[in-house]
């Protein structure tokens, strides 16, 4: 049931009247074709009538009030028609031009009333039973000005002929009856003409509802499109984001069809590259500064100064790759080749170290940049299902790692092959790398430091030199708040701000509501430094809404649009394409109860009619018992549905009850019900008339001399002076009895107001049903039928030619055929308009289920770039955007699982395409490590990142503080023996894979547990990552450890053995930075004791 205040009616009408947007679209698409039909057809109605009356050889002069009525309001209708192609004059004074049509269809019925000798009671009812028609279904007025003009027609005609016709001194017989039924085809026509408004304007609302929330939703979908393109930019290069964007909808769809369909190999999107330039990085002494740092502090350091390196990256054409706690590189010359990116690598090097310079000599902490370059090829790409990174292999990258931590801190370390390619563009001298890492001193390599041509080292000290007082101040700091306040001055990019603010104006798209159309809301996201942003992309919105609204608008009348969108196919309105036509003709009708009800309703009128004026006789009783019969049983069916409101559930089991619903639902029971009532309208509007036809033409030749007798005597006289016994039966006295053929032609008229009332019902049914009715209707009145018309035109006006409009013959063809036309010309207009809303419901929905999916891929995409408690912080309901995101754990288990013999495994040749079948197996054994993810048992545990062969991650990062802490009361570190059981698997899976590659790899493991930070940083890339004391004992735990075997500390076998694992103690082994520390192997050989 619509909720209150849905439609058009009553409190809604002045508000839907004040909503411009909505006023053009009514105007446009509603109004003004109607009134440009009508207006049509009017004119061609008055050209028709000055036609027949110089056919029928009338004089102008005998009938000049007629003449000149006629020509007068065709010439106004044809001012009226040019002026409303005036687009703006239309919209203003369309009313006016309501009223002033009106009035003049009003004047013009009067003057067709009193023009010639003769005055009836019947006259002109036809005429003004089409202008109240009209009112509602044609001209732009309101319901409530309809209303008021279509009773003000009605009752004007029935009290001037009631008055006029009174008061001759001899009224006719049968006037009451006549009046009222006048009052009935009035009445008929209001309720029908106000059903068939109100159901039209119920229909263009929420026409025009879809047609602004497809608008919205598709704008919705752009910028979910572009969210999106931003998601993976946000982690991949342009170049290879859409290679991946294009597979995982391929993978979707087959995934749709072929539900259990899996290939033996996971998809590989790597390239080679050559002629490229590796830069790593790494700031010296920021692990010490890390130990000192807030969870606040550490990643807003990383993400100021990683954002600085990433503008700085930018202006160098260097793309960053990845960053590994505070280590960071980038490689010149992806993905398009650059002849200078040996400078470009060389230069951000030199820029990164006076970047850290300056924030060294500033802020007195004691930190510096060691930079190492290499040049040469790599394989880039990204490997795995889930934390997608974009990573580069290569014996060059290797190289280029080791040059970096071979280095000087403060000088950028390079090769001499980088120096070939610089072209002696900087100075540079003897690097000796091999004094100070065995791998370049295994390779024998020469190496060189850069010489930083805009100044020597000491003086950019002196530059960054601060005052003392300043120095003296900041030394009361700690080094981590002087580093952090110095480096939010940067300003660096917070990570997904490019995504929050196209959010922001996709959020904000309203749901379409007459609350909201005089002003669209756009819900406020709580940005409370960007609300000036805000309201600017609030109105760029909504201009952007309304151009395409207007657009849509302009299209919506214009038949090339009609068949852009596939409406018309033809001649008819139908869809071109047959899947949309069988979608539309098959759609539930739950109105469909009401088209018949209105239908019964003119049957009804009919019935009034026949029984004040027509002969009574055992035909017209059978002949209605009968239709009103099968109308009953076609009502009681159509609102058997609604008996469940008022009767108990176990009357549901009725089969009345599921007839009603599937003629709701199924064409196949809809359409032969369609047709059965109107057949049975337009049939018995005129079935009594044959008989009664035949009955008085024979009667009516014997008399015919008569009434001519009488007609001589009285010539003068009214209708009402032939009568000779006023008070016997209707059907006795020759002549007069004819009286009732006009209200024949009203009960016609009627049968065809009721195939317009089925107004999602097929256009072919109703329109053929119409054409054959009105060709029918006029055989039998013009032949059949006559004889009798014209011996009741010979008793009225003797041997006086009337004019058209009161010859009852001429009067009742023009009137079927004026009728005929209207309907036909407005069932097609109403066909257009069902299926158009029909159309923009369809696309609605389709783009609905689109936009569902791009937010649920969008949602995957970021949860794939981010644990999902975190995604939310970016993409919930109550976003932080302003806010970087951080979190402190007090107990968080870290993995690091790495295959060392990998990189003997890997090599560069031609048989495996120089190391890219290599990395083949590498992507099988991560993305069958990612798939052990899925599994419920392991929810918990979070993959932090791929480093080469080496499998990051990390268990209890999923819960808060408080909820880790009542955890941990109720089971005490359960996670970390989730973390083991998620190691023995990877083991198991590496040695499936082993087996059917013919490998023989081991995996080294390293498991530790304590507190550690986690933060989203950078803005270029936004990475999601952990740092802590914990994490780097963990890394060492694994470079330290043995093949196939699992290495924790001290503390977390403690924890192990309280959750019955076995450990067996390795003894003191020297970490780096963290002295001799005492570990144990889990033994993997026995269970797990309970």
């Known amino acids: 049931m619509p909720s209150r205040g849905k439609y058009f009616i009553n409190e809604n009408e002045t508000r839907r009247r ?22 049509l057809i009017i004119a061609v109605a008055c050209i028709s009538l000055i036609i027949v009356f110089f056919v029928n050889d009338l004089r102008v002069t005998d009938h000049l009030r007629f003449f000149v009525t006629l020509c007068t309001a065709l010439g106004i209708f044809v001012v009226i028609f040019v002026l409303i192609f005036i687009e703006s004059l239309f919209q203003r004074c369309m009313k006016i031009f309501a009223l002033f049509i009106w009035l003049c269809l009003l004047t013009m019925g009067f003057i067709f009333i009193f023009t010639g000798e003769r005055i009836s009671a019947w006259d002109q009812v036809p005429f003004f039973l089409y202008i109240i028609f009209v009112l509602y279904t044609m001209l732009p007025l309101s319901m409530r000005d309809a209303i008021l003009a279509s009773l003000l027609s009605s009752v004007s005609h029935v009290i001037t002929l009631s008055i006029y016709l009174s008061a001759t001194s001899k009224p006719p017989t049968f006037l009451a009856q006549q009046l009222v039924s006048n009052a009935v085809i009035f009445l008929c026509g209001c309720l029908v003409g106000f059903f068939h408004k109100f159901s039209m304007e119920r229909a263009l609302e929420q026409t025009y509802e879809d047609t602004l929330s497809c608008i919205q939703i598709g704008m919705q979908l752009d910028v979910k499109k572009k969210q999106q393109e931003s998601l993976l930019l946000s982690v991949l290069p342009v170049y290879i984001s859409m290679e991946m964007k294009l597979s995982i909808i391929e993978r979707l769809r087959e995934s749709n069809y072929y539900p259990h369909k899996r290939d033996n190999f996971h998809s590989l999107y790597v390239k080679r590259h050559q002629n490229v330039s590796i830069l790593y990085a790494d700031i010296v002494g920021f692990t010490r500064l890390a130990s000192d740092c807030s969870p606040k502090e550490l990643v807003v350091m990383l993400n100021e100064l990683f954002g600085k390196f990433d503008q700085i990256a930018k202006e160098n054409e260097c793309m960053r790759i990845k960053i590994l706690g505070d280590c960071y590189y980038c490689v010149s010359g992806l993905p398009v080749s650059l002849p200078k990116h040996a400078r470009n690598c060389v230069k951000m090097g030199l820029d990164m170290c006076e970047a850290i310079e300056q924030v060294r000599a500033v802020t007195m902490v004691d930190i510096s940049m060691r930079v190492g370059v290499h040049s040469g090829n790599v394989l880039c790409g990204v490997i795995g299902l889930r934390k997608w990174q974009y990573d580069v292999w290569s014996h060059d990258v290797t190289l280029a790692n080791h040059m970096e931590s071979g280095g000087v801190p403060g000088r950028v370390h390079i090769t001499a092959t980088t120096l070939s390619y610089l072209q002696k ?51 009361k700091m700690r080094a981590s708040v002087r580093m952090t306040r110095y480096l939010e001055s940067w300003g660096a990019v917070k990570p997904f701000a490019h995504l929050q603010q196209r959010e922001s104006v996709g959020s904000e798209i309203p749901t379409p509501s007459r609350k909201t159309r005089k002003e669209i809301p756009m819900r406020s996201l709580g940005l409370h430094r960007s609300l000036d942003r805000n309201k600017s992309q609030k109105r ?18 214009s038949h090339k649009e009609s068949i852009k969108c596939g409406i018309f196919a033809g001649v008819t309105p139908s869809f071109s394409e047959k899947g949309l036509e069988k979608a539309y003709r098959s759609v539930c009708l739950p109105h469909m109860r009401y088209y018949a009800g209105c239908a019964t309703l003119i049957f009804v009128s009919i019935f009034v009619v026949h029984l004040l004026v027509m002969p009574l006789n055992v035909l017209l009783g059978v002949s209605f018992g009968i239709a009103a019969a099968v109308l009953l049983i076609i009502l009681f069916v159509s609102f058997a549905g609604y008996a469940k409101l008022w009767m108990n559930n176990s009357s549901s089991s009725n089969p009345f009850f599921g007839i009603s619903e599937a003629v709701t639902k199924k064409p196949i029971l809809r359409l032969p019900l369609t047709l059965i009532v109107i057949v049975v309208v ?40 032939n009568l000779t016994d006023p008070s016997q039966n209707k059907t006795n006295s020759s002549g007069r009895e004819n009286y009732f053929l006009p209200y024949y032609v009203c009960c016609c008229i009627l049968g065809l107001i009721a195939c317009s009332v089925f107004l999602r019902i097929s256009f072919e049914v109703k329109a053929l049903l119409l054409i054959i009715a009105c060709v029918v209707y006029n055989i039998i009145f013009l032949k059949n039928c006559a004889f009798s018309f014209e011996e009741y035109k010979t008793f009225l006006y003797g041997s006086a030619t009337p004019s058209p409009t009161k010859n009852p013959k001429i009067m009742g063809s023009f009137y079927l055929l004026l009728f005929g036309f209207t309907l036909l010309f407005l069932i ?16 609605f929905k389709r783009e609905r289920e689109e936009i569902e999916t791009m937010e649920n891929l969008n949602r995957l995409l970021l949860e794939n770039v981010l644990p999902g408690h975190v995604a939310k912080h970016f993409i919930g309901e109550n976003k932080k955007n302003e806010e970087l995101y951080h979190q402190s754990y007090d107990c968080v288990c870290i993995m690091f699982a790495s295959v060392p013999d990998f990189k003997e495994f890997y090599t560069e040749c031609d048989v495996n395409k120089e190391g890219l079948e290599c990395l083949r197996l590498l992507n099988e054994i991560i993305a069958d490590f990612d798939e052990l993810l899925s599994k419920p048992k392991f929810s918990s545990v979070e993959k932090i990142k791929t480093i080469g062969s080496t499998y990051m991650a990390a268990a209890g990062l999923s819960i808060g503080t408080g909820q880790e802490n009542k955890q941990d009361k109720e089971k005490p570190c359960a996670h970390i023996g989730i973390m083991v059981e998620f190691a023995t698997a990877l083991m198991s899976k590496l040695d499936g894979i082993n087996r059917h590659s013919f490998n023989n790899f081991k995996l080294r493991v390293g498991i530790n547990h304590g507190p550690v930070i986690a933060g989203v940083i950078g803005a270029q890339k936004p990475q999601y990552d952990i740092w802590g004391n914990a994490v780097n004992v963990a890394s060492r735990m694994d470079s330290t450890g043995e093949l196939g075997k699992i290495q924790v500390t001290e503390e977390t076998c403690n924890v192990l053995r309280q959750l019955g694992y076995s450990c067996e103690s390795r003894g003191l082994i020297s970490v780096k930075g963290k002295g001799d520390l005492q570990t144990y192997f889990l033994c993997m050989d026995m269970n797990k004791s309970h």
């Open 425 to 475: 563009a900087y100075e540079v001298e003897e690097g000796n790398g091999h004094q100070r890492n065995a791998y370049l001193n295994e390779l024998k390599l020469k190496t060189y430091l850069v010489i930083d041509p805009r100044t020597t080292q000491q003086s950019l000290k002196s530059r960054h030199l601060p005052k003392p007082g300043y120095v003296n101040e900041r030394l």
């Open 682 to 721: 337009l049939v018995i509007s005129l079935l009594n008339l044959y008989s009664i036809s035949e009955m008085h033409t024979k009667t009516n030749e014997t008399n015919l001399h008569l009434h001519h007798l009488q007609y001589n005597t009285n010539a003068t006289g009214n209708e009402s002076d």
């Open 18 to 39: 004040t909503d411009s947007l909505f006023e053009t679209y009514f105007c446009i698409t509603q109004q003004f074709p109607l009134v440009f039909l009508f207006l």
């Open 828 to 843: 097609k207009q109403n066909a257009y308009y069902c299926r158009l809303d029909f159309l923009w419901k369809n696309k």
């Open 540 to 557: 760029r919105f909504e201009e952007e809404l309304h151009e395409k609204m207007i657009t849509t608008i302009n299209g919506i009348n």
